[in-house]
T-cell receptor
Framework: EAAVTQSPRNKVTVTGGNVTLSCRQT?????MYWYRQDTGHGLRLIHY???????QIGDVPDGYKATRTTQEDFFLLLELASPSQTSLYFCASSARDSSNERLFFGHGTKLSVL | AQKVTQTQTSISVMEKTTVTMDCVYETQDSSYFLFWYKQTASGEIVFLIR??????ENATVGHYSLNFQKPKSSIGLIITATQIEDSAVYFCAIGYYNQGKLIFGQGTKLSIKP
C-alpha cells in the first residue's frame, strides 16, 4: 500500500505567520497534490506537481506557494497566513495523472490561524 | 464549467440495509473518469471505486457498486449489506485525461445504526 506521510499533524500559528507543511511519499509516484478540506466545500485542489521541480496551479492557489524538491517531497508554504487558511490540509500522490489513477492520501494536517 | 454536486449532506440507515448516495456532475467532455472516496472518522481518505465514462457496465467492488447514468450526468454509489464500519463521509470526484487533477463533491456523511 502506498505511503504518504504529512508533518506536522497539527499546527497553530498567528495571522501573518509563516508556515510550511511537509509531505513525503515513498512509492515512487510521479504526481503529488495538496488539497484543503472545508465544511461545505469538500476537497479543493491548491497545487500539484508531476515531478521534481515542477509545479502546477490548482483551483484555490491564492495565498499558497508550493515546491517539489525531489520525487518524494512536496511542500506547501503559507508566507503570510490568514484566518481564512484555517483548514484541514491533505497531501496525496498517484503513479500517473490523477484523472485516471487513484489517489493515495496522507492523514492530514490541521492548521489553525489565529 | 466542471462541477460535482452531492446534495445529500447526511444519511442515516440501519445496519445490514442498502443505501444509495447521489452524485451529479457537470461536464462538457464526452470522456472522463468518476471516483468515489471514503473518509473515515479518523480522517483517513481511501479510494473505493471508479467508473470510466466509456464503459456501459456499472463498476462493482465488494459490497460497493455504482449506478452510472451518463445521460443524467449521475453516478450513484450503492452500498449493500451495510456495516457499522461503513459509517464515514463519502466523496465523489471527476477527472479528465491529461488534466492531472480531480474535482470533488462536497461529501455525504453516512451513519449506520445498529
Amino acid at each position: 500500500e502506498a505511503a504518504v506521510t504529512q508533518s506536522p499533524r497539527n499546527k497553530v500559528t498567528v495571522t501573518g505567520g509563516n508556515v510550511t507543511l511537509s509531505c513525503r511519499q515513498t512509492n515512487s509516484h510521479n504526481y503529488m497534490y495538496w488539497y484543503r478540506q472545508d465544511t461545505g466545500h469538500g476537497l479543493r485542489l491548491i497545487h500539484y506537481s508531476y515531478g521534481a521541480g515542477n509545479l502546477q496551479i490548482g483551483d484555490v492557489p491564492d495565498g499558497y506557494k508550493a515546491t517539489r524538491t525531489t520525487q518524494e517531497d512536496f511542500f506547501l508554504l503559507l508566507e503570510l497566513a490568514s484566518p481564512s487558511q484555517t483548514s484541514l490540509y491533505f497531501c496525496a500522490s498517484s503513479a500517473r495523472d490523477s484523472s485516471n489513477e487513484r489517489l493515495f492520501f496522507g492523514h492530514g494536517t490541521k492548521l489553525s490561524v489565529l | 464549467a466542471q462541477k460535482v454536486t452531492q446534495t445529500q449532506t447526511s444519511i442515516s440507515v440501519m445496519e445490514k440495509t442498502t443505501v444509495t448516495m447521489d452524485c451529479v456532475y457537470e461536464t462538457q467532455d464526452s470522456s472522463y473518469f468518476l471516483f468515489w472516496y471514503k473518509q473515515t472518522a479518523s480522517g483517513e481518505i481511501v479510494f473505493l471505486i471508479r467508473q470510466d465514462s466509456y464503459k456501459k457496465e456499472n463498476a462493482t467492488v465488494g459490497h460497493y457498486s455504482l449506478n452510472f447514468q451518463k445521460p443524467k450526468s449521475s453516478i450513484g454509489l450503492i452500498i449493500t449489506a451495510t456495516q457499522i464500519e461503513d459509517s464515514a463521509v463519502y466523496f465523489c470526484a471527476i477527472g479528465y485525461y491529461n488534466q492531472g487533477k480531480l474535482i470533488f463533491g462536497q461529501g455525504t456523511k453516512l451513519s449506520i445504526k445498529p
